[in-house]
Structures are given as structure tokens and as C-alpha cells.
């Protein structure tokens, strides 16, 4: 059926009003941009001051626009990875990343370009600082499709040939531990920090969009959490370290420490948790999380243990041991998907880099299928079925016992070869604060065991029954007045609620593949090291 021209009519005047709109959107960014402008020259500040950083394009930004930036007039700053001279000293290649992304952009700086002398001289390095106003060009190489052609370079911060500690490549991490201030200018450890920053974002937008409220629990306590004692006791009786032992008063009866004295008139320490204290809200609010650091003064030295990280402590009001372990998988498929989504430059250097074990793959496996559930005495029953010619435990199984992270990546690893959840613990290897099961034996305790980590999360229902908790707390010899508030959450309108814990720097150790915990985490403290 052919078209009436009336109806040809009526499309045209409909196609000259959609351009005349596009005109007139056009005019008014336009006049937008003129108003910045001029808002922009009515504020005086020196050349390279904020007028000149506030306008600078983040480089990941430019390299992801990538052609449709060609001829553009950019600022970019960051620091120099290499600085090349080339045809015969005539001009210079700058890779110059500013810690947005892992490659950085290549700029080419001619001898006529302002600034020449100071990138090439003898201040210009390796880790040198520079800002570079230039034009976005086509690049000839096939590693990216752009490159800033330099009208000027500013040397913001020389860095000496020679003296920077980290120039060369392949530097092990144990030695860039020693190095932890540049350190974060490293490849490794560059992508850690997004990666890191990625997770703390999901973290946060996954329990916002599911209404939890957070919550920033103390960092100095009077009570024990966990019950095992490995706390940092914190004091005023020393003066800043300055006084002897001797000046400490004494109660006269036991020869103890008077703490009557002391900042708080009682012994006080650096958290292990916030948990005590997220029950008391959750207990109120229903749904609240925490994620802030904790500390353990536990003399470990492996690579799975620090003395300061992060905690994330989720806590739910008529939430069962069932409803934990959903949320607990719910929440660490979130992080894993948001991390795939947004981090995959990074993922892929950790991939061919630092865990050659099929990093992505792995955890491309964490979404496709649910976890695997099993409680603690079906692990402990497979695990002694395992032929000991095939797999040798350096400890012996038997109930009762706590597994050791040998055993915990066998079951992940081997035996469901997918993420794991055991529950149903006993409970004279766990926390005072878990429901006791009818059995009387067991809690109703979760650990969530992942591949190439052993246990990444742990949990439980918690004990919401008065006479029962007051018991335990009596059985483990705890002071029953330093938990009198915690049972008042039993006294007065007491409610089935669960929880968990995740250390954070073992999820980032988890979705990069990094080796050792203090690796995962900017200024590392472990024993004997507090620096930085």
C-alpha cells in the first residue's frame, strides 16, 4: 500500500521538529559551556594550580572513550612509568599512568614542546610526576587506539634515574613490602587497590539494597568477643611508653596492675569484632552490617593471618541458620559479579600474572551453581574415608577437632569442587555465643569454604536463650559483668537473630589470587611490623 502524501507530509513536519529540538539542545549546551568558561576565568589561580588539575581528564576515562577523543584538547597528569628518548634525543615517549587503570597512555613529547628539557633531564625518571596539556591523536601501535601529542609538560615531581627503589620490573613481594609507601605504583599492586576498592563497593551496595542499616561499632573494648584471649590491651599506665614498669601502681592484694587508674578505671583492648555490638542494634533495627578493622594480637606468621584488617559483620533479626548461609552465599556472588563486571583489566593481569590457576574461570564457577552444604560431621566422615596413599592430611582427622585449612580446601577443592558451606559444629571448638542444637553436642555454627582458601566466612544462629547463654559464659570462665549488656538483649523482648563474619582482606586475597594476606591490604601489620 502506497503511502498518501499527506501522510509524507505530516512525517517531514515531524522530522523538522526533531531537528529544530536538537538545535535548540545543541544552543543550550553550548551556552552552558560558555557560562563554565567564564565561571572558570573569573577564578585566578597560578598554571599549574587547581584551575589546571580540576580540568584534567582521568586517563581511563580518555583511553574508554578512545577514537571519538582524536583532536581533543586534554590535561593529564600521573607518573611516569618509562620516558624514552628516540630519534637521535629530537623527542620522547612518556607511558604515563595516573592509577586509574593499569595501562597507562602513551605521550609524545617533541623537542619544541615547552617543558622537553625538564622531562628528558636529569630530575625525570621512572616514577617522575608530570602534568601534560596536549591533543588526543590516532595511534600507529596496536596497544591502544590513542596517544596525547604534548603542546606542554610541567614536571610536578622529579624522580632521580637511579635512586627510585622501585624501578625495575619483577620485584618480589616480599621486598616491596619494605616499600609499602610506592609500592601502590606497582602493577600488582595498583590493580589490588581497585580491586579492593571494587569489593568495598559492593559490600556496601549489596546490604544497602537489601535495607540493611549500617553501623560503626567501637574499636575499644572491654569485653572479649570471640572468648580466646588474643587482644590488644590498650593502657594510659606507661605514658605514651615512656615510663618503667615499675611506676605502674600495684593493687596491693594480687601485685596486678591497679587499672582504677587507668584512661577507662578497667582493662580495655582493641576489638576482635563488632558483633556484640551489631546485635544490639540488629536487635532494634532488624538488618544492620559493619565494616571497619579489628584486630588479633595472635603471633602468626602465615600468609593467611594479620594483626589489623577488615571486618564485615552483617547481623539479622528472625534470621535462622538457614537464612545465614542464603545470605552469606547471596552476598559473595554479588561481590564476585560486581567485580567481573567492573574490574576485568585488573582480573586478567592477576589471571596471567600473579594466580595462573584460572583466576577468572574460577570464579565465573561461583556464579553458575549453588553452594555446596554439608555439615561438619558428613566433612569429617568423608574426610576419613580419603585413601591415604592418595592424599596424606599433615593432621590426623577425628570429630571434635577444628579443621585446619588443609582440610577445608579438600573439601572445597576436591571433594565439591565449588564453593562450601559447613554447619553444625561442635561446640566446645566454637564461640560462647552460638545456639546450642538439640543434641546438646553441637552449635549452629557456618563456616563458607572456597577453593585456594579454606574458610573465607564464618557465622552462626546466635544464642537468644537467657539461661542457656548464661551457662555457657559460666562454662568458659568469662566475666558474666563485662557481658551483662549482651544478656539484657535476652531479658527484654529476646529474638531468634543470626550473623557472620568475613575478613575483607581474605575476600580481596580470594578474587585477585594474591598469594599472601599481606599482599592484599595497603600498610600490612603483622608481628614485629608496624611501619608506614
Given at each position: ?404 585449612s588443609e582440610h577445608e580446601q579438600y573439601i572445597a577443592e576436591v571433594v565439591h569442587k565449588r564453593p562450601t558451606i559447613l554447619y553444625n559444629y561442635p561446640k566446645d571448638i566454637k564461640a560462647f555465643y552460638m545456639r546450642l542444637n538439640e543434641d546438646g553436642k553441637t552449635v549452629r555454627a557456618m563456616d563458607v569454604l572456597v577453593p585456594g582458601i579454606g574458610e573465607l566466612m564464618g557465622g552462626s544462629q546466635r544464642e537468644e536463650r537467657l539461661d542457656v ?13 563485662a557481658y551483662k549488656y549482651y544478656l539484657d538483649l535476652r531479658r527484654f523482648g529476646s529474638c531468634p537473630h543470626s550473623g557472620f563474619g568475613l575478613g575483607f582482606e581474605r575476600l580481596v586475597r580470594y578474587v585477585t589470587g594474591i598469594e599472601n594476606i599481606r599482599d592484599s591490604i595497603p600498610f600490612p601489620r603483622y608481628p614485629g611490623h608496624a611501619d608506614f
Amino acid at each position: 500500500m502506497e503511502t498518501q502524501p499527506s501522510e509524507v507530509e505530516q512525517l517531514r513536519k515531524q522530522v523538522e521538529e526533531l531537528k529544530l529540538a536538537a538545535n535548540e539542545d545543541q544552543k543550550r549546551i553550548e551556552k552552558l559551556q560558555v557560562e563554565n568558561q567564564a565561571l572558570q576565568r573569573g577564578v585566578s589561580f597560578p598554571k599549574t594550580g587547581k584551575e589546571r588539575f580540576s580540568s584534567r581528564v582521568i586517563i581511563k576515562t580518555l583511553l574508554k572513550e578512545g577514537k571519538p577523543a582524536i583532536d581533543r584538547d586534554v590535561v593529564i597528569c600521573g607518573w611516569a612509568k618509562t620516558i624514552r628518548l628516540q630519534g637521535g634525543g629530537r623527542f620522547a615517549f612518556v607511558d604515563l599512568n595516573d592509577g586509574s587503570t593499569l595501562k597507562g597512555i602513551q605521550v609524545i613529547v617533541t623537542g619544541e614542546t615547552p617543558g622537553f628539557s625538564d622531562v628528558t633531564g636529569t630530575n625525570a625518571g621512572t616514577g617522575a610526576c608530570l602534568l601534560i596539556s596536549g591533543k588526543v591523536v590516532a595511534s600507529p601501535g596496536k596497544e591502544q587506539d590513542i596517544e596525547v601529542a604534548a603542546t606542554e609538560a610541567v614536571l610536578l615531581g622529579k624522580c632521580v634515574p637511579g635512586d627510585y627503589p622501585i624501578s625495575k620490573n619483577g620485584i618480589p613481594l616480599e621486598v616491596l613490602r619494605e616499600q609499602a609507601h610506592l609500592r601502590a605504583r606497582t602493577n600488582t599492586f595498583g590493580a589490588m587497590a581497585r580491586v579492593r576498592n571494587a569489593c568495598a563497593m559492593a559490600t556496601h551496595k549489596f546490604f544497602q539494597e537489601q535495607g540493611f542499616i549500617n553501623l560503626h561499632t567501637p574499636l575499644i573494648t572491654a569485653s572479649d568477643c570471640e572468648g580466646a584471649g588474643e587482644m590488644f590491651q590498650i593502657t594510659t599506665l606507661l605514658k605514651n611508653g615512656t615510663a618503667k614498669i615499675s611506676d605502674v601502681p600495684l593493687v596491693k592484694d594480687t601485685g596486678k596492675p591497679d587499672y582504677t587508674n587507668d584512661f577507662f578505671g578497667k582493662p580495655a583492648f582493641l576489638t576482635v569484632s563488632g558483633q556484640l555490638n551489631g546485635e544490639m542494634y540488629a536487635c532494634a533495627l532488624g538488618k544492620i552490617y559493619t565494616f571497619g578493622p579489628t584486630f588479633r594480637a595472635e603471633d602468626s606468621h602465615t600468609t593467611r593471618h594479620l594483626a589489623e584488617f577488615w571486618m564485615i559483620e552483617p547481623e539479622v533479626a528472625f534470621a535462622d541458620l538457614d537464612d545465614n548461609m542464603d545470605l552469606a552465599e547471596g552476598y559473595l556472588k554479588y561481590v564476585v559479579q560486581y567485580v567481573l563486571d567492573n574490574c576485568m583489566e585488573d582480573l586478567i593481569f592477576f589471571d596471567k600474572f600473579v594466580d595462573k590457576k584460572k583466576l577468572i574461570e574460577r570464579l565465573k564457577k561461583v556464579l553458575e551453581e549453588p553452594f555446596a552444604r554439608m555439615s561438619y560431621t558428613e566433612a569429617i566422615d568423608c574426610l576419613l574415608k580419603v585413601d591415604p596413599k592418595k592424599k596424606k592430611f599433615d593432621v590426623a582427622v577425628s570429630w571434635g577437632m577444628d579443621l585446619k585449612s588443609e582440610h577445608e580446601q579438600y573439601i572445597a577443592e576436591v571433594v565439591h569442587k565449588r564453593p562450601t558451606i559447613l554447619y553444625n559444629y561442635p561446640k566446645d571448638i566454637k564461640a560462647f555465643y552460638m545456639r546450642l542444637n538439640e543434641d546438646g553436642k553441637t552449635v549452629r555454627a557456618m563456616d563458607v569454604l572456597v577453593p585456594g582458601i579454606g574458610e573465607l566466612m564464618g557465622g552462626s544462629q546466635r544464642e537468644e536463650r537467657l539461661d542457656v547463654l548464661e551457662e555457657k559464659i559460666k562454662e568458659c570462665k568469662l566475666d558474666r559483668e563485662a557481658y551483662k549488656y549482651y544478656l539484657d538483649l535476652r531479658r527484654f523482648g529476646s529474638c531468634p537473630h543470626s550473623g557472620f563474619g568475613l575478613g575483607f582482606e581474605r575476600l580481596v586475597r580470594y578474587v585477585t589470587g594474591i598469594e599472601n594476606i599481606r599482599d592484599s591490604i595497603p600498610f600490612p601489620r603483622y608481628p614485629g611490623h608496624a611501619d608506614f
